[in-house]
């Protein structure tokens, strides 16, 4: 099965940056599968941040679309997510995700998780 790491998380100030990474499991390539960013705040549903389709087509959240840059190493066989302007109301564990067969950047079309990553924008 697909595994997935996150890190890159961390504690930020409001207006700050972080790019997090996901890093897929060797024998596994990355190229073949929707590939995604999500997030999930207690108490709130797990939402979609940002995701790259099969075919290669990138999806922002209508909330971090100018902020947000999704993006992919195939050498490297990873995932990035660069969050700038980052707002306190962002804070979040988020997770990286894959799916066989793209679709709708929403969880339940994802079936592959990472343990997620902790990220924290406080002053």
């Known amino acids: 099965q697909l595994q997935l790491v996150e890190s890159g998380g961390g504690l930020v100030q409001p207006g700050g940056s972080l790019r997090l990474s996901c890093a897929a499991a060797?024998?596994?390539?990355?190229?073949?599968?929707?590939i995604g960013w999500f997030r999930q705040a207690p108490g709130r549903e797990r939402e979609g941040v940002s995701c790259?389709?099969?075919?290669?087509?990138?999806y922002y959240a209508d909330s971090v679309k100018g902020r947000f840059t999704i993006s992919r190493d195939n050498a490297k066989n990873t995932l990035y997510l660069q969050m700038n302007s980052l707002k306190p109301e962002e804070k979040a564990v988020y997770y990286c995700?894959?799916?066989?067969?793209?679709?709708?950047?929403?969880?339940?079309?994802?079936?592959?998780w990472g343990q997620g990553t902790q990220v924290t924008v406080s002053s």
């Open positions: 790259i389709s099969s075919s290669g087509g990138n």
């Open positions: 060797s024998g596994f390539t990355l190229d073949y599968y929707a």
């Open positions: 995700a894959a799916a066989r067969i793209g679709g709708l950047c929403v969880p339940h079309k994802y079936n592959y």
